[in-house]
């Protein structure tokens, strides 16, 4: 079993929509949660950290639910320049980081 | 604004070549990775190092190897290149142990075998 499962995707979503993305890990002990968002051709970058609590950046919300080991990415009013592959990443300790394989997002005009 | 810095965008080699990548970090991580990526296969662990002279093989080392002399840099090396290792190579780096503490990325190099 892979240690992070993300939504296989594509998403083709209309400008303006909501689009939520999940990802569960299969190790309780994972310590830290990110999604990163990582353009054709270029390499990761951090979107945003997932704290137990939630937390939102502006039109971006991300969950965590460690009793049932998912993490969540929300997107509001979706932008063409949201177009990417996002993905989920657990931090177990340290130096140990695992990947979901991505979710790609595209959104139509 | 920190910075890990691969020292090649693109690179075309011919089978059998021995192949050195190199990253570099500016912010004082202890923690250093190579990774490569494939359509469909996400991301895999090649090799990391949790300090200088150390390493620890990840999930694909067959066929590589590193070297971590000093702490700001890591190098990825290749010792006979072949056409499966055709692949986006990123390298990244963390701070040591702190639970929270992310994953800085290069900005990647697309390694053509041929």
């Known amino acids: 079993r892979k240690e992070v499962e993300q939504d296989p995707g594509p998403f083709n979503v209309p400008e303006g929509a909501t689009v939520a993305f999940n990802c569960t890990y299969s190790n309780s002990a994972s310590q830290s949660f990110f999604w990163y968002r990582q353009d054709c051709r270029k390499e990761p970058k951090l979107l945003m950290s997932v704290y137990s609590s939630g937390n939102e950046d502006g039109r971006f919300t991300a969950q965590l639910n460690r009793a049932s080991q998912y993490i969540s990415l929300l997107i509001r009013d979706s932008k063409l320049s949201d177009s990417a592959t996002y993905l989920c990443?657990?931090?177990?300790?340290?130096?140990?980081?695992?990947f979901g394989t991505g979710t790609s997002l595209t959104v139509i005009p | 604004d920190v910075k890990v810095t691969q020292s090649s965008r693109y690179l075309v080699k011919r089978t059998g070549e021995k192949v050195f990548l190199e990253c570099v970090q500016d912010m004082d991580h202890e923690n250093m990775f190579w990774y490569r990526q494939d359509p469909g296969l996400g991301l895999r662990l090649i090799y990391f190092?949790?300090?200088?002279?150390?390493?620890e093989k990840g999930d694909i080392p067959e066929g590589y190897s590193v070297s971590r002399e000093k702490k700001e840099r890591f190098s990825l090396i290749l010792e006979s290149a072949s056409t499966n290792q055709t692949s986006m190579y990123l390298c990244?780096?963390?701070?040591?142990?702190?639970?929270?503490?992310?994953?800085?990325f290069g900005s990647g190099t697309q390694l053509s075998v041929l």
């Open positions: 990244a780096s963390s701070p040591r142990g702190r639970a929270g503490e992310k994953l800085f």
């Open positions: 990443v657990v931090n177990m300790a340290g130096n140990q980081f695992y």
């Open positions: 190092s949790y300090d200088v002279k150390m390493k």
